[in-house]
């Protein structure tokens, strides 16, 4: 059974430059969430995907954008890019919108912008 | 806002040694609380759920336990290995349907 997939693994972005990344998750699960997470720190909240709408969203720019597809995946944008926007990207899935049964994270993605 | 802290930052064990690793949160009004681990430059593994009507979770070696009273969690790993070097992140579920991490303990276990 895979679990929450991310796409690519590793990226270099020049600033300005715009970026997609991409979350498939976990089998049977229908709400993804997207995190960020500095070098030294715990993930930080970007938003939240169910039945193809953003249903929250954390403190973030609107240059931060998103989109769930009928089959569950999602896609992260960001524009503009800064050099502040190098972190490490993760995807969770869970089961309900909820996050009764907890979260299932990806290996996430590594954007390095320059 | 909630905030969650880990304490110690960063610890070093001899293998073999019990870990104890601890996580405190300001909001006792959570759902849920959820242990992870992580390993250098990659993802999340969940290792624990702990809901907030629950006292402790086991798994293996692992034993997470819950005081939502006082905003207090504990990672107990029994009988260290090598192989649990990694940083392990705490997070906390509140009503907004999201995950409040912490900075995560930092342990290495020396062979």
């Known amino acids: 059974d895979a679990g929450v997939t991310q796409s690519p693994t590793h990226l270099i972005k020049t600033r300005g430059q715009q970026v997609t990344l991409r979350c498939s998750p976990k089998s049977g699960h229908d709400t993804v969430s997207w995190y960020q997470q500095a070098l030294g720190q715990g993930p930080q909240f970007i938003f939240q995907?169910?039945?193809?709408?953003?249903?929250q969203r954390g403190n973030f720019p609107d240059r931060f954008s998103g989109h769930q597809f009928p089959n569950y995946s999602s896609e992260l944008n960001v524009n503009a890019l800064l050099l502040g926007d190098s972190a490490l990207y993760l995807c969770?899935?869970?089961?309900?919108?909820?996050?009764?049964?907890?979260?299932?994270f990806g290996s996430g993605t590594r954007l390095t912008v320059v | 806002k909630q905030e969650v802290t880990q304490i110690p930052a960063a610890l070093s064990v001899p293998e073999g040694e019990n870990l104890v690793l601890n996580c405190s949160f300001t909001d006792s009004a959570i759902y849920n609380l959820q242990w992870f681990r992580q390993d250098p430059g990659k993802g999340l593994t969940s290792l624990l759920l702990i809901q907030s009507s629950q006292r402790e979770q086991t798994s293996g070696r692992l034993n997470a336990s819950l005081d939502k009273s006082s905003g207090r969690s504990t990672l107990y790993i029994a009988a260290s290995q090598p192989g649990d070097s990694a940083t392990y992140l705490c997070a906390v579920r509140k009503g907004n349907n999201r995950l409040a991490f912490g900075k995560g303990n930092q342990v290495v276990v020396i062979p």
């Open positions: 995907y169910y039945e193809e709408e953003e249903r």
């Open positions: 969770a899935s869970s089961l309900d919108f909820q996050g009764n049964y907890g979260y299932t």
